[in-house]
């Protein structure tokens, strides 16, 4: 009897298995079904992945530990990932996102380190903390620091290709049960910045989609940091005796560690302020970028194969940054064209805008140093066009639009200036927009003071007048000089002058 039992349960476990391992999608679709080309070399099937979300994507989030003063940094590592960054920076999908967090290891000399990036390396490294050190997603792969996975461009580009794809799942016929549960958490998740003037507003969106698990009907408990980060930060390395340009500087917190709580389909929004910080090397506000990420507070573990963080740290299940949000909302970023400039004791910019949306606002950073200067004043711009409203007639955007500005400018003084440019995406749902920038121009005011056309001609007539009246003195002094000296010699300069001719 017990062992007639035995066999229904058996029965019963595999028909369970049969039914929960069918291609029925949690998402509601069907999984692929299996082809000719889904069979390995002898015929067998290969395992199809678990179905996620359509077309998501799955962006990871490298930190990375470095120092100017550090000789094993500089020496390799930070090279090659800031090589790795630059080659995707311009990407509008952004495939991944790239923090650099400076430290003073080594000679103790970074004027870009500070106590929060400090302590976000003692964060990942409890205890002993050493450089340089990546971490990707949060620490399911860990390079460097104090483990024995080395960090150079090849092994850092191999880790956010795995990561890219950590979320998905297929299932071992050996193993079924363990195919069962997959305790990656989907997430969209938006960033919008937008300019103040002394630093950024800033919003950020997480919608929570649920898991590709099976069986698992877990919530999101899930805490958002949103990094302040730098591009092109110029600063002093003691290893290369030089200043050398740092890419993704980490330079504060707009947000950290905040926490919540998210069921599926569910959606945690907050809208934040950034004052921009005193620094030893200035902020350039032309070059912030806010990256926002997720961490997974449930999923301390989770690593690929033996590389991960054994802090047991949350990991990184997605991040964003203003590019991306527009990247994922098909929204094209507002495109700057003719520029020209205007020089009349004050220097006028303008610029014609473009933007499907619309432009909401426009501001122009300058300053009389350099291209690299750290001393950038800002003028918002006047914006002009055809309004665009929302339903109840609030105008909050223009279409086919023009900016324009003043600012005082010395005559003969060299002029740097950039422009940040928001759309009108979302903004009558209370978004920021989308942020677009031009490249740094350079205006030059011509030497000496400029007069307008009717001061040229006033001036020149003056100086007419002048030598008029000089020369009749001179002719008048002449006259009597010659009437003086008797009609003899008048008669002998005509003479003279007969006989020239």
């Known amino acids: 009897m017990k062992c007639q039992n035995l066999k229904i349960v058996c029965i019963l476990f595999t028909l369970f298995l049969s039914i929960t391992l069918s291609p029925v999608a949690v998402w509601g679709v069907l999984a692929p079904e299996i082809d000719h080309e889904d069979l390995d070399a002898e015929n067998t099937p290969v395992p199809s992945p678990l179905p996620v979300p359509s077309n998501y994507r799955h962006r990871p989030i490298v930190e990375f530990f470095t120092g100017l003063s550090c000789p094993s940094c500089m020496n390799g590592p930070h090279g090659d990932l800031e090589k790795l960054w630059e080659e995707d920076r311009e990407n509008e999908e952004q495939p991944f996102t790239y923090i650099a967090f400076h430290e003073l290891n080594g000679g103790g000399v970074d004027d870009l380190a500070t106590e929060d990036s400090k302590e976000r390396m003692r964060f990942y490294q409890p205890g002993v903390s050493g450089t340089p050190d990546a971490e990707f997603d949060g620490g399911y792969i860990k390079l460097g620091g104090l483990s024995t996975n080395s960090i150079n461009y090849q092994s850092a580009s191999q880790a956010v290709e795995d990561c890219k794809t950590r979320y998905t799942k297929t299932i071992n016929p050996l193993r079924p049960i363990q195919s069962l549960r997959n305790d990656f958490k989907f997430v969209e998740l938006f960033v919008d910045q937008i300019f103040t003037g002394d630093g950024f507003a800033i919003s950020v969106e997480a919608r929570y989609l649920g898991t590709d698990a099976i069986i698992s009907m877990q919530n999101l408990r899930g805490s958002l940091y949103v990094f302040m980060v730098e591009e092109n930060v110029e600063?002093?390395?003691?290893?290369?005796?030089?200043?050398?340009?740092?890419?993704?500087?980490?330079?504060?917190?707009?947000?950290?560690?905040?926490?919540?709580?998210?069921?599926?389909?569910?959606?945690?929004?907050?809208?934040?302020?950034?004052?921009?910080?005193?620094?030893?090397?200035?902020?350039?506000?032309?070059?912030?970028?806010?990256?926002?990420?997720?961490?997974?507070l449930d999923d301390t573990s989770s690593s690929d194969g033996n590389k991960g963080n054994d802090a047991q740290v949350p990991r990184c299940i997605q991040s964003a940054t203003p590019i991306s949000t527009a990247f994922d909302k098909n929204n094209d970023l507002p495109v700057i064209n003719d520029i020209s400039t205007e020089y009349n004791d004050d220097l006028v910019i303008n610029a014609k805008l473009d933007d499907a949306n619309g432009i909401s606002k426009a501001y122009l950073?300058?300053?009389?140093?350099?291209?690299?200067?750290?001393?950038?004043?800002?003028?918002?711009?006047?914006?002009?066009?055809?309004?665009?409203?929302?339903?109840?007639?609030?105008?909050?955007?223009?279409?086919?639009?023009?900016?324009?500005?003043?600012?005082?400018?010395?005559?003969?003084?060299?002029?740097?200036?950039?422009?940040?440019?928001?759309?009108?995406?979302?903004?009558?749902?209370?978004?920021?927009?989308?942020?677009?920038?031009?490249?740094?121009?350079?205006?030059?005011?011509?030497?000496?003071?400029?007069?307008?056309?009717?001061?040229?001609?006033?001036?020149?007539?003056?100086?007419?007048?002048?030598?008029?009246?000089?020369?009749?003195?001179?002719?008048?002094?002449?006259?009597?000089?010659?009437?003086?000296?008797?009609?003899?010699s008048l008669r002998a300069i005509l003479k003279l002058n007969q006989l020239s001719n």
């Open 365 to 488: 950073l300058y300053n009389t140093e350099s291209q690299n200067s750290t001393a950038w004043s800002y003028e918002e711009m006047t914006v002009a066009g055809e309004e665009i409203c929302d339903d109840q007639g609030v105008c909050y955007a223009y279409s086919d639009s023009t900016a324009s500005v003043k600012i005082p400018v010395e005559n003969g003084e060299d002029v740097y200036f950039m422009i940040l440019v928001y759309d009108g995406s979302g903004l009558e749902y209370g978004g920021l927009g989308a942020q677009g920038k031009s490249e740094i121009y350079n205006f030059t005011t011509a030497g000496g003071k400029q007069n307008n056309l009717l001061g040229d001609i006033l001036s020149w007539g003056a100086l007419g007048v002048i030598l008029g009246i000089c020369v009749v003195l001179l002719v008048i002094i002449f006259i009597t000089k010659t009437r003086k000296g008797g009609g003899k």
């Open 235 to 296: 600063a002093y390395s003691t290893v290369l005796d030089e200043f050398v340009i740092n890419h993704n500087v980490f330079r504060d917190y707009a947000i950290s560690d905040q926490q919540f709580t998210l069921t599926a389909d569910e959606t945690y929004s907050i809208t934040m302020e950034w004052k921009i910080p005193e620094a030893k090397v200035p902020i350039k506000p032309g070059d912030i970028t806010a990256v926002a990420a997720i961490y997974d």
